[in-house]
């Protein structure tokens, strides 16, 4: 219960029967009054640089020296033993395909002091790909870090019931998981649960734009086409895809929490909706239309 | 697939297609993705699940002569990467990247400097990998084109599992693994006859049938 502390939870006092709230105990979940009536992005992440925010970059490594990514917070590597049972040594590899780099590289630049860390799943065998992933990301969960960035899915059903528990875990322990969503018409995890952030991509060149999709799975879209990144071996591309425009959110994430640490995740999600490109557009106009209702996001003045 | 449905496709396959018509229409896949992309070269890597490594099976435009059957790691550079997440993505200037598999390109003395992938999934398989190189510089990439990759990649990918299976059959035709195998094979060789020869091949068929029921 020690997670929720920073919500006014009092652990001293007796417990709450485990799923409901009786009348006597209302005061004892109230939040700190420090949400605006407003929520714009100046307040949710105005001035932050991702300082005291963990981020995890769970894919094929990175390149621990590259003058666009360095320092690493950590860097293993999973892989699985004789018994099948997961394995994390330090990773001296770095990157098999340099897709991680990038990704760790889109993060530092948003959010430059926020602290990077590498769990590289790709690369040990291709048979045992899933197997690892799976280890990778409770591996990534049991580490507590704020954010993990899996620009990544499985096609496997056998793996999505696992996948499934592993993000709903992450969600009650307060790690975001965003995850890339696929582009091509077929069935993929874990990005189509709702406990995760998914992405897709927009065309827009600035980095700070995402948008909120009303029409989900995919929840947001982040810059991800023409993204010019860090590659392994100290090299630097143009790239495209899902996969780019996840870490653009991961680390928007960051800032965010970085503001505001005792962020949930649907706290967080909250945030990020409010602050969407299109969301902010839409309530700007309905302001300007309505001088007498400076609010138009419904609820968001209430926390 | 058990014996019953390997003979099935072994008799189908004898009937409808060789691995060589599905190759020409792997072949045909990639020569119009190079053609609507604008791009120098295009092909289909497929997995090799038993040593794990990608093999060119259709190639057009540069390195058509010297790539097909090559095979490198699959767990190695961009074509691995986007294999083993099942994701597509796109990268320009590839020379830059020293994992992308240049040892192989440089080989054939063209070199990509861009680079567009897609994965090819049939069910919750991922077979290979659609590559298509070297799109005009002139042009930024667009969401558009990445639609139109995933498209192409579907249809490859139908293609690949159609050689996939004809090669399984294949097997079922020319190795002794189950003694129904030899049905197969009759229906093979009676399928390649022609005229009277057909007609009597047929006539001794049913005739035989009727005489074993």
Known sequence: MGEVEGHGWDAGKAALPAWSLPKDAVDRIALPAEWPERVTRDWAFGGSTGNGARVCILDSGVDPGHPLVAPLESAVAISLGDDEEPIANEDTEGDVSGHGTACAGIVRAIAPEASISSVRVLGASFTGTGSVLLAGLRYAIDQGFDVINMSLSTTKKPFASVLHELADSAYFKRTVLVASAHNMPVESYPWRFSSVISVGSHEEPDPLAFFYNPSPPVEFFGRGVNVEVPWSGGRTLTVSGNSFATPHLSAICALILAKHPDLTPFQLKSVLYLTATNVMSARSEAASADPDRPNANPGGGEQ | ?213
């Open chain 2, 1 to 213: 697939m058990t014996e019953k449905s390997e003979l099935q496709a072994a008799v189908a396959a004898g009937v409808i297609g060789s691995e060589e018509s599905f190759r020409a229409l792997l072949g045909a896949i990639v020569d119009v993705a190079r053609s609507i992309f604008g791009a120098r070269a295009s092909s289909i890597l497929l997995l090799d699940e038993d040593t794990e490594e990608l093999v060119f099976e259709a190639v057009v435009g540069e390195g058509e002569d010297e790539l097909l059957g090559v095979r490198f790691p699959a767990g190695k550079g961009i074509a691995g990467w986007v294999l083993a997440t099942r994701t597509p993505l796109v990268i320009e200037d590839v020379r830059t990247d020293p994992r992308f598999a240049s040892d192989v390109a440089e080989g054939t003395g063209y070199v990509p400097s861009g680079l567009m992938a897609a994965p090819l999934l049939h069910d919750e398989d991922a077979l290979g990998v659609l590559e298509v190189l070297d799109r005009p510089e002139r042009s930024l990439f667009s969401l558009q084109e990445m639609e139109l990759l995933g498209l192409f990649a579907n249809q490859a990918s139908i293609a690949v599992d159609l050689l996939l299976r004809a090669r399984r059959a294949e097997r079922v035709l020319s190795a002794d693994a189950g003694e129904l195998a030899v049905v197969a094979r009759l229906a093979a060789v009676v399928d390649g006859l022609e005229g009277d020869r057909r007609e009597a091949g047929l006539r001794l068929l049913r005739e035989l049938s009727d005489t074993l029921r």
